[in-house]
């Protein structure tokens, strides 16, 4: 059958056009402030051609004049960088003990960020929907006074959501086909803009490679370290996400058949062995989700005061997990784990241990040049990615009309 | 600092040309006989940019016109098909107990196809690299007397191999630091076309992607099923290989911490619990690896006549297996796992255990949707794969010259 959906599709000028934009628009990303020659130079594009592109970008306010010019020889030049300034980006973060909201403009500077205590785990799906739509047009208000289109609304949630933004199965927060991002639509009245879900590992992955501290490496796993052990997968630069879109589920690989029971229902799950979970069970086997914070914060005290059952512990679970991570190093080989969520504050013990077991537990010798890292993001990561992830659609030369 | 290496590259005409080269020769793969008036209607592509790619496609005799006109309405059209046979891609590939070669001309035709025993296991690595050179010596001969032109040599290994083509680790071959790249390319005295070298479960990836029966599942990973357990990850239609070039090493991944010893080292590696050594070493505890054909097609015959014991085998470790492949379904969620090598023999009997335990590991309902298959191509993939890897860079628009 002849199909116009089967192969690659052909490029054209427009294409040319949109690529150079993105290239342009990346450049001075990294380079801010440089000049229309320096563009020239280092893309290898025409100096008309970046003059035409840089018009073009300024008219739509994503690149703006600074004024300054370069210490240099010659005649001085008119230095560039990123605009972005009438446009927002927003995410939000659903999680069984917090909502998140991020609000950031074009050139990835943070406008607000909030975070409040939600009980996700006993909150029905419409309840979760109620809550995050009003927290949602708390933001829009806010980027309303400022003047600021919202470009888009992406939402977080520790599940399982496939390609049409519906949350099949989270386990956590009890929900099964929750049409977030059209029920969210619904309750926001169609606000004009696209609202989208996506799992909160892979908007973390978005996050860490855009914000992180790991250079921008082009294979990277991250974990989310919530109640929930999640991940997102980035693999030559581009999130993967699977047939479905349920890849990253690392949380539920069995690491230990003779292994507790997990939330899922299985037995020895990553999630059950070295999740925070597993953690307050020996620290603090009474908390419930809605104490989790306090309680991470008490562990972290006792490790700090060095108290000898609390270290074992941590450092017996950093062992578990680093299993985990070997099996991630194995069958992946990401330049770097980036560790997220609760184990910002509880990695420190648990490091040493982990990437022991890591590079036991890989083939590859050193552990096939894995490195494994603690999260400078925390638990504002995921919705950081949400919003990431509508940059990433501007940086890839789909401007805003 | 500015770099010209940070950041996309910008597009430009050659590249859209090159681009526009592969869309018309992949629409014919897909699509032949086709005319070029079908080529513009399906692509996008006008009339006079299509006359003009398909001029230069037959010039350098990748495209072809039959001379069949399609049963139409108005004026007959000459069709055309793919070409490509002044050209050849070779495939080797070393494992433990076996050598094989393969040819295939531009349209992905079988040329040869050659399989011999090797004493891989024993064999030190001059060795290995003399008999390789003396197999291709006399495919490049056989190519010669059709006059054919070589486009390359790719060979497939059982180990890690790095981005420079050399063998970092080979466990079962018994491998360490070898520049097989370097030291074919020597044997054969610089032929004149690149010498790749890769793993082999990659290149059965590549040649399940283009050949094999899954209907080019753009999310695919291979198991290889020779005397390691090896994987080739292919996510978004394209191969991935981490940061080092060491993914896809699932037969090291840890099944069960009280399984039994890997001859890696370590214990309960998925290869250790349910690799071909393991249906051995319950079925015919004195086989070795220059005897494993024979002893396969033993246990082939045993479980044919129904015996119980060796069906029991086959099932607990088809059900060992399936935990290895759960792990796969949680973290790549992809379309279709392929067993190849010896599981094609033995996965009838295998297979059922198999894909309950995927469907009980699975976090993501009905498995995530992953499909578990026998290969088609049985031992001759990974050479398949290698000449494939070959033909993707013609497909990609890089023509020869």
Not at 174 to 192: E, I, M, S
């Amino acid at each position: 059958m002849i199909n116009a959906h089967t192969g690659p599709q052909p490029a054209d000028f427009a294409d040319v056009r949109a690529t150079n934009l993105a290239v342009v628009l990346r450049f001075v990303r990294d380079n801010a402030p440089c000049s229309r020659a320096d563009i020239a130079a280092s893309t290898g594009l025409n100096k008309a051609t970046v003059s035409s592109l840089v018009a073009d970008l300024i008219e739509r306010r994503l690149l703006k004049e600074t004024g300054l010019t370069e210490n240099r020889v010659g005649r001085p030049a008119t230095m560039l960088m990123l605009d972005g300034s009438p446009y927002a980006a927003v995410g939000i973060e659903v999680n069984v003990d917090y909502l998140t909201a991020v609000a950031v403009d074009l050139a990835g500077t943070e406008l607000l960020s909030w975070r409040r205590a939600f009980p996700g785990a006993t909150a029905t799906p419409p309840q979760a929907i109620a809550a995050v739509a009003a927290l949602a047009r708390r933001v829009l208000g806010r980027m309303g006074k400022e003047s600021r289109r919202v470009l888009g609304l992406s939402v977080a949630v520790p599940g399982l959501v496939d390609l049409g933004g519906c949350v099949r199965v989270a386990p956590n927060l009890g929900w099964r086909d929750v049409d977030l991002a059209g029920d969210l639509t619904k309750a926001l009245r169609d606000p004009g803009f696209p609202v989208l879900v996506d799992n909160d590992g892979n908007l973390g992955a978005l996050a860490e490679h855009r914000f992180g501290g790991s250079g921008g490496a082009a294979n990277l796993v991250y974990l989310t370290g919530e109640v929930g052990v999640g991940a997102g997968v980035l693999m030559d630069g581009r999130l993967r996400r699977g047939g479905a879109g349920f890849a990253g589920e690392v949380g539920h690989i069995q690491i230990d058949p003779a292994g507790p029971r997990c939330r899922c229902g299985r037995h020895g799950c990553l999630e059950a062995v070295a999740g925070v979970g597993a953690v307050l069970r020996r620290t603090a086997p009474d908390a419930t989700p809605a104490e989790l914070e306090p309680e991470v914060d008490e562990v972290v005290r006792l490790a700090r005061g060095g108290d000898a059952e609390t270290l074992r512990s941590l450092e017996s679970i950093g062992g578990d997990l680093g299993r985990g991570l070997a099996i991630l190093a194995n069958l992946l080989n990401p330049d770097v784990i980036v560790l997220g969520g609760y184990y910002v504050p509880l990695g420190e013990w648990m490091l040493p241990a982990a990437r022991a077991e890591l590079a036991r537990g890989s083939v590859a010798p050193a552990g096939g040049g894995v490195r494994v890292e603690i999260s400078a993001l925390g638990h504002g990561a995921a919705a950081l990615g949400a919003a990431a992830r509508l940059l990433d659609s501007i940086d890839s030369g789909r401007l805003p009309a």
